[in-house]
Nanobody, 121 residues
Framework: QVHVVESGGGLVQPGGSLRLACEAS????????MGWYRQAPGKQRDLVAA???????NYADSVKGRFTISRDNARNTVYLQMNSLESEDTAVYYC???????????????WGVGTQVTVSS
């Protein structure tokens, strides 16, 4: 079994910063891409940022220059550093990891349950 667990959400004022973390655990053979998505009330879930196992990154236009994704392969963890937060960043943030378990010959996408980020004064 594999588990993906997010942490680090909360309430922050506009212009503030938060750091999210997402750790994968369990019977992991290899982790491929890892990424962060977000879903605001009444809206679809959208990609925020993603990072490959080699470290290549991809960002949504709305967060470029403000958010930074990174990963620690030794800890099976991906981070999202969020700076200059705006009210429009308020959403539930979900982590997704593409993981191959030891018992399988292929990789699957695993999602965390999400962590709330609220940007408000």
């Amino acid at each position: 079994q594999v588990h993906v667990v997010e942490s680090g959400g909360g309430l922050v004022q506009p212009g503030g910063s938060l750091r999210l973390a997402c750790e994968a655990s369990g019977s992991i053979f290899r982790i491929n891409d890892m990424g962060w998505y977000r879903q605001a009330p009444g809206k679809q879930r959208d990609l925020v940022a993603a990072v490959t196992s080699a470290g290549s990154t991809n960002y949504a236009d709305s967060v470029k220059g403000r958010f930074t994704i990174s990963r620690d392969n030794a800890r099976n963890t991906v981070y999202l550093q969020m700076n200059s937060l705006e009210s429009e960043d308020t959403a539930v943030y979900y982590c997704k990891a593409n993981i191959r378990e030891f018992s399988l010959a292929y990789a699957l996408d695993y999602w965390g349950v999400g962590t709330q980020v609220t940007v408000s004064s």
